[in-house]
Nanobody
Framework: QVQLVESGGGLVQPGDSLLLSCTAS????????MGWFRQAPGKEREFVAG????????YYADFVKGRFSISRDNPKNTVYLRMNSLKPEDTAEYFC?????????????????WGQGTQVTVSS
């Protein structure tokens, strides 16, 4: 079993930044891709960013390119999502997840363990 716990969400104004963290416990998350997803009320869960286990291969949804950055610290079992230039449309519950393997993975069925989510609200 892997337990994932997200933190760092909150209420911010447009243009502000947030750093989300996701810490894993239980079985290691090394050797697996880690991803961030988000889900707004009434919408499907959507891919935001992913990072392969070595950290050298990072990939993003088009709507966050240039604004968000994913990173990981394997010895700390933690993955991060730095979010800059936040917009009201970024408002959602943000989830981290462990991929089924070390690969470029963009859809929820390709991830097996999920955190409980952290709320991000962008509003003036």
């Amino acid at each position: 079993q892997v337990q994932l716990v997200e933190s760092g969400g909150g209420l911010v104004q447009p243009g502000d930044s947030l750093l989300l963290s996701c810490t894993a416990s239980g079985r290691t998350f090394t050797s697996y891709t880690m991803g961030w997803f988000r889900q707004a009320p009434g919408k499907e869960r959507e891919f935001v960013a992913g990072i392969r286990w070595s950290g050298g291969n990072r990939y993003y949804a088009d709507f966050v390119k240039g604004r968000f950055s994913i990173s990981r610290d394997n010895p700390k079992n933690t993955v991060y999502l730095r979010m800059n230039s936040l917009k009201p449309e970024d408002t959602a519950e943000y989830f981290c997840a462990r991929g089924l393997r070390d690969d470029i993975l963009r859809t929820p069925p390709e991830y097996d363990y999920w955190g409980q989510g952290t709320q991000v609200t962008v509003s003036s």
